[in-house]
């Protein structure tokens, strides 16, 4: 494996490359553990035509690397569709509670508002989820095992072999429609393991617009 960098979002981002001689094309993808571009590419490929794949696919990269927002006292903030308004108290205590359309974080030293709304946005997700997969799945006449909430940054959601539903995080900051999507994607695989036309035909049924869901995930850039 040898290292290399490139620019994107004005950080320099490391690239490991593979060689493989499985490998009939070049790919890539982003390594949240690493922090880095992962190339994997023949034999005898000039790393010139992996850095233009890198560069052609800058938004895709962007969505991982582009710096966090920090939140602070008095910022908004969406969770499940709704607006809330971020306030931080002084405590003997830390911890996090939703008050009509605020969000109080109260904190005993070194208020984290991050770590705060993230922890409050988990449990309103999984709530959110234990109540609509049910209902999308009997809707399909499917069961599956168990519902989580993970920290995935590569993908919105997934569906293993043992039937549990997993979702990122990051659902609870995008628009709602796009969270039913995923929702809808991810139960309809506990029919269909693979994006077959029935897969997107079952999809169509259930969620008509998810088309429009898709591309605005593929914009969305989540920085929590």
Known sequence: MKSDSVTIAGQDVPIDYIISQRNKRITVRYCVKKQSIVVRMPQKTKKTLALELILNNTPYFEK????????????????????????GQKSFRNYCEIQGDQIISYYITGLNLN???????????????????????????????EVSVKNMMSRWGSCSSQRNLNFSLNLAFVPLKCLEYVI?????????????????????????????????????????
């Open 184 to 224: 809808v994607h991810e139960v309809c695989h506990l029919k269909y393991m693979n994006h077959s036309q029935k897969f997107w035909d079952l999809v169509g049924q259930l969620f008509p617009d998810y088309k429009k869901a898709r591309e605005i995930l593929k914009k969305s850039i989540i920085t929590l």
């Open 64 to 87: 991982f690397i582009v710096a966090k927002r920090i939140l602070r006292p008095g910022d908004c903030i969406n969770l499940l569709g709704q607006e809330y308004a971020l306030l």
């Open 115 to 145: 770590e705060n709304v993230k922890s409050i946005a988990r449990r309103m997700l999984l709530t959110y989820l234990q109540t609509q997969v049910p209902v999308r799945a009997a809707q399909i006449s499917e069961t599956f095992n």
